[in-house]
């Protein structure tokens, strides 16, 4: 499949068929948002939790390509009051097929409340996922998290061949945790996001790579094969 970061939390999977996964889409506003980057399609849309910067563009995206969209149950019940016609609300434990792709919501310590005008709604729990495809292949992509314990519950239990973790700290942990994240999800392959967005987002690649072996770095609208 084809993997390209779009930018901060967002990512974007196309699998060999042409379909097409969108994780938290932030693109108007995302100041590492390629420039040169279109939808092309969008079959499913997965948000890991309400914040800004994971939600800003699920409207309009869900809008415009009528994708499935995953979320926690509440963010969906937003959602569905925006417009969004195709929610496919779950919560942490539950697995759904969404396209072709077994899609489970796990935890994440993080918050998730919604800025709605000037109010902040609340969007139930932050949330990760993990994705197992057709071919055996499973990604597991944290969300907004700090380290956690019952990532080796993950680990354990959906055996992840590729980890998407934040480090840029602040709003999420750093490099720091997630090195310690790494060894409970016994990550293989590691694919830093949330940093550099803007300058309070200070952890880098190469300092979890100092920490621990596999960190792929990925660069805004360059895609990747994997
Ligand atoms: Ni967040
Ligand atoms: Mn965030």
């Known amino acids: 499949m084809e993997i390209t ?8 999977f196309v699998l060999p068929s042409g379909e097409t996964i969108v994780l938290d889409p932030w693109t108007d506003g995302n100041p590492k948002y390629p420039k040169k980057h279109t939808f092309k399609r969008i079959d499913t849309m997965l948000i890991s939790h309400g914040h800004y910067d994971h939600i800003h563009d699920a409207v309009p995206l869900a809008k415009k390509f009528k994708p499935a969209v995953g979320a926690i149950f509440e963010t969906c019940e937003w959602l569905k009051k925006k417009g969004v016609d195709k929610t496919m609300p779950m919560n942490k434990g539950g697995s759904q097929k969404l396209g072709s792709v077994t899609v489970t919501m796990t935890h994440a310590v993080h918050s998730c409340g919604i ?13 990760g996922y993990v994705l197992k495809f057709e071919d055996g292949r499973t990604i597991y992509f944290s969300g907004d998290t700090n380290v956690f314990m019952d990532m080796q519950l993950i680990a354990e239990m959906y055996e992840p061949d590729l980890v998407f973790l934040p480090i840029g700290d602040l709003f999420t942990m750093s490099p ?5 994240a790494c060894r409970l999800l016994r990550a293989k392959t590691v694919i830093p996001m949330h940093f550099g967005t803007f300058p309070a987002l200070t952890g880098t690649p190469e300092a979890l790579a100092l920490a621990v072996d596999g960190v792929w770095k990925l ?4 895609p990747v094969q994997w």
Request: charged share 25%; aromatic share 10%.
């Open 176 to 180: 720091r945790e997630a090195a310690v």
């Open 115 to 127: 800025t709605d005008g000037d109010e902040i709604v609340y969007g139930g729990e932050a949330a």
């Open 5 to 12: 970061w779009l930018g901060h939390g967002t990512f974007q």
């Open 219 to 222: 660069e805004p609208g360059e």
